[in-house]
């Protein structure tokens, strides 16, 4: 796909990137896609109310994308992989057309979206965030991380399956992955790795087995690459291999 023009993805300047935003950088090289990262300055008042920004998201949060090839902007990261999947992955390489597949991959999306980022979220915010400690809260979205290990682990030990929807890698796989990685690295810390292991086998097994992916490793590393990126800065195009 070299003669399209790079797809454009928005981000706040976090330091390392958000998960959301870190999700489409693993389909863009899954599906080897050209891009370019685009940093906003979140701190700044007058980024939320003009453009590119309010061009491209009603919600100014991120991701937001802009193809300049089909003239398409987009906001919100299962929208924007929707999207990344039906134009760039005619063959279904990492999805499912058969049924009852396709409605079961669909049904791993929206537990993602519905489900694990918003608790994470929320557990990053009471423990990371809030002007005050609030314990019960933060137990309470802890208890929601371990359920949600606790639902994928089951269903994987049941079905005696590698991913998600049988025996195929498919987006639903690919859209846990940055907030798998940030249990570890951030929400809760490099210990948590042996209760994981010890009350969630499958879904451990299923996660080091992500790790293994090529475009999650490209991925990461572009993440760790772009840790210090300055909001404004002229962005580098990344091209597929």
């Not at 999306?109 to 019960?136: N, V």
């Amino acid at each position: 796909m070299s003669s399209l023009q790079p797809l454009i993805l928005y981000r706040y300047h976090d330091g390392p990137i958000a998960p959301n935003p870190w999700k489409i950088v693993i389909f863009f090289y899954e599906l080897n896609l050209t891009f370019e990262m685009r940093t906003l300055d979140r701190m700044d008042p007058e980024v939320r109310k003009s453009a590119p920004l309010v061009d491209i998201t009603p919600n100014s949060r991120m991701p937001a994308l802009v193809d300049p090839n089909k003239n398409v902007k987009l906001w919100e990261s299962g929208a924007i992989i929707e999207y990344l999947l039906e134009v760039y992955d005619p063959d279904h390489r990492l999805s499912y057309a058969t049924e009852p597949e396709k409605w079961q991959q669909n049904a791993w999306k929206h537990f993602q979206t519905s489900g694990q980022g918003p608790y994470i979220g929320q557990l990053s915010w009471f423990r990371f965030l809030h002007e005050e400690k609030l314990p019960s809260a933060i137990s309470r979205y802890e208890a929601e991380l371990r359920r949600i290990l606790g639902v994928i682990d089951a269903h994987l030990a049941r079905t005696g399956q590698p991913y998600l929807v049988g025996s195929k890698l498919s987006f639903a796989d690919l859209m846990f992955v940055p907030y798998n990685i940030l249990i570890l690295m951030f929400f809760m810390g490099q210990s948590f790795a042996g209760e994981w292991k010890d009350k969630f086998p499958s879904c451990w097994a299923w996660h080091e087995r992500l790790l293994q992916v090529e475009s999650v490793q490209r991925a990461e590393a572009f993440v760790q690459k772009s840790a210090t990126e300055r909001p404004g800065k002229e962005a580098e195009v990344e091209a597929p291999k």
